[in-house]
T-cell receptor, first 113, second 114 residues
C-alpha cells in the first residue's frame, strides 16, 4: 500500500473549520483514501473514504486532488469532541477484498475553546 | 454503522497468568477479524488476522504461542495472552470486517500486567 505523510499535530479553534492534509504521492490508480480518527483511549472510528471524487458525509468532507497525490479532510465546524488523532490511510484492493488497514502516526488535532 | 464490542474494557492481571479478551461483531457476521496492539503514544500495530474456522495469521515478530487467537464463530474472536509479563501491558483493539470489506473497530481493552 502507498505510504502517507501527515503533519504531526494541528490546532484549531472551536467552531472553525479544521483542514487536515495528507500526502500520498505514490498512490496507485485503484487505491482508496480512508480517514479514521482515534479519540484518546478508544478504538479508531471510521470517518470517510474516497477514490477520485470529493466526498461528504455527516461527519466530514474529503477533498482529493486531481492527480490524487494528496487529500484534505475537512471538519466544517470543529468542536472540542473532535480532538483526536486523525489517520489518513491508503488502502489497496486485493483479490476479491481490500488490504488490511495499516496505521501510520497520524495527526493529533487539538480543538481549543 | 456496524458495531464491534470488546470485553473486558480493562483488566489487571499478575505476571505469569493468562488473560482472555473477547471481540464481538454485534450486528453483522465477520468472517475476518483483526487484532491490533497500541503502546502509549504510538500508533496501532497489527498483530494478527483471524479467519473464522481456520488458524490465525500472525504478523512478523508476534509470538503465536503467546497470543492465542480463536475465531470459532462468525461473531466472536478471542485473544488470550498467555503467561503475561509487564511488557505485554498495552491497549488491545480488535476490528471486524464486513461482507463489503469495511473494517469497524472495537473500543479497546487496556491490559495492565503487574
Amino acid at each position: 500500500d502507498a505510504k502517507t505523510t501527515q503533519p504531526t499535530s494541528m490546532d484549531c479553534a472551536e467552531g472553525r473549520a479544521a483542514n487536515l492534509p495528507c500526502n500520498h504521492s505514490t498512490i496507485s490508480g485503484n487505491e482508496y483514501v480512508y480517514w479514521y480518527r482515534q479519540i484518546h483511549s478508544q478504538g479508531p472510528q471510521y470517518i470517510i473514504h474516497g477514490l477520485k471524487n470529493n466526498e461528504t458525509n455527516e461527519m466530514a468532507s474529503l477533498i482529493i486532488t486531481e492527480d490524487r497525490k494528496s487529500s484534505t479532510l475537512i471538519l466544517p465546524h470543529a468542536t472540542l469532541r473532535d480532538t483526536a488523532v486523525y489517520y489518513c490511510i491508503v488502502r489497496a484492493p486485493w483479490g476479491s477484498g481490500y488490504s488490511t488497514l495499516t496505521f501510520g502516526k497520524g495527526t493529533m488535532l487539538l480543538v481549543s475553546p | 454503522g456496524a458495531v464491534v464490542s470488546q470485553h473486558p474494557s480493562w483488566v489487571i492481571c499478575k505476571s505469569g497468568t493468562s488473560v482472555k479478551i473477547e471481540c464481538r461483531s454485534l450486528d453483522f457476521q465477520a468472517t475476518t477479524m483483526f487484532w491490533y496492539r497500541q503502546f502509549p503514544k504510538q500508533s496501532l500495530m497489527l498483530m494478527a488476522t483471524s479467519n473464522e474456522g481456520s488458524k490465525a495469521t500472525y504478523e512478523q515478530g508476534v509470538e503465536k504461542d503467546k497470543f492465542l487467537i480463536n475465531h470459532a464463530s462468525l461473531t466472536l474472536s478471542t485473544l488470550t495472552v498467555t503467561s503475561a509479563h509487564p511488557e505485554d501491558s498495552s491497549f488491545y483493539i480488535c476490528s471486524a470486517r464486513t461482507s463489503s470489506y469495511e473494517q469497524y473497530f472495537g473500543p479497546g481493552t487496556r491490559l495492565t500486567v503487574t
